[in-house]
């Protein structure tokens, strides 16, 4: 056991667990005012639910056992989660730190089906997926499976948590179909400045994301830090001059979106290369999810908050670049294409590939199997109403104008008026 | 009429070539079945919803296509989706050109 690993991730995992709060407001922003809390929502409840099943079985199943697939029970309910050294950490530290990781990637998907999914179905979808389609894949990269044993490089999770959400954000945008707006009005993002704050957070959480991942206070940690400041600043840099190129103004949604694509795209390359790769790659990121964003765009696919295009393609990307700009000297384990292993990059482009076949197929079976009991989407007209008021019974921006309080059941405190009593029925 | 329905009955004005008018942002109420929304235990009853309100003035032949527009894209057959009144109006200016009534709201072309 070591003090300085365990105060390091004892850090990191409160930074991982604020990116699922901040990943709402990265979203929220995005949607219209009358769905801003139900997708806000949609994040953080995968804090209650992901984590809870994260605890009970999730983590068995990912970490325990020696399983080419799949962990076994040998971890559920928790037994054996002690203080007992896990590496240089205490067992029951790695087992957090792991559920943040399962609780942002479940929630990751919510982008792409915003605005119209009930949220009842959306919560055993969610619960459902974390320990069927994101457990054995965590299992297959971090818990000795499959991936780790080809020699797939994935530092914090780049195939495992944004290939992995991405796969399933584009399967179940399918499965749901397109909001009843799509490409028939203009949807605009209802509060940019929420979507700016998502991505400083998001930002700032990354770092116990990826450097957190070397499970230490080390070296390897200290470059994963570095590699996650300077990718993004150099994927912001290229992105902001794409649109000065493109439409002459830099646009404040792409500079956020720029943001994570970076992110991503150094994920899976944090602690496996250097510095310069590390601008490389971020500024090579870019151009791939900058045109599939405005592809997407023209196509039926209503990935509403494009999941795929920045996580998916980004995610793909870092994942591929790592395998090309990976160097020993940094890592101390595998070199990639440009340091002359070719086969890296082979390997890496079959991790990518596989997580999304089993992911886009164990999503669609998951959610066909819910839709056999109820229906995944709001009606129409509950879609014009707006996912707030009809699925929470709540506004994000309610001015309190003709609330008339309803008395409590327990009539412990007297009537008072938290707003505005009715006025008069005006005609409109 | 409904905010979610503006939209569709803007374009349908378009499509019946009517153009020139203004909307407000409005709150009404008009016997729609009551929304309860909870907050931290209150729950209240909201007797008032967002509503838009189009002002459109129009020339005598063009009141039955306005109107019908509107019937057609607003209604969705449920309680709230507004009315539509029609009034007279006793004169027009254009401010730009001092144009009156008829003139006035003619579409430049």
Redesign the interface.
Known sequence: MNPADTAWLLVSTALVLLMTPALGFFYGGLVRS?NALNTMMMSFAALGFVGIGWALLGYSLAFSGEGRWLGDLGHAMLRGVDLASHGTVPHVLFFSYQGTFAIITAALISGAIVERMRFGPYLVFLSAWALLVYAPLAHSVWGGGWLARMGALDFAGGTVVHVNAAAAAGVAAWVLGPRK?HA??AMLPHNVPFTLLGAGLLWFGWFGFNAGSALGANGSAALAFTNTLFAPAATLTVWTLLDFARGGKATAVGAATAIVVGLVAVTPAAGLVGPLGAILLGAAAAFPSYFALIWRARTRLDDSLDVVAAHGVGGAVGALLTGVLAQKSWNGTADGLLFGNPRQLAIQAVAVLVTVAFSGAMTFGILRAIQAFAPLRSTS?EE???QD?VQH???AY??G??????L?ERETHAAVA??VP??G???? | MRPDKLNDVLESLFRADVRGLTIQRVQGHGGETERVETYRGTTVKMELSEKVRLEIGVSDHFVEPTVSAILRAARTGTVGDGKVFVLPVEKVYRIRTGEEDQAAVTPVT
């Open positions: 009358k707006d028939r009005q007209r014009g109403l707006g008021v019974g709540e506004e309610s001015h104008e003709g609330a008339i309080l309803v409590a938290v707003a009715a006025a029925g005006g005609g409109s």
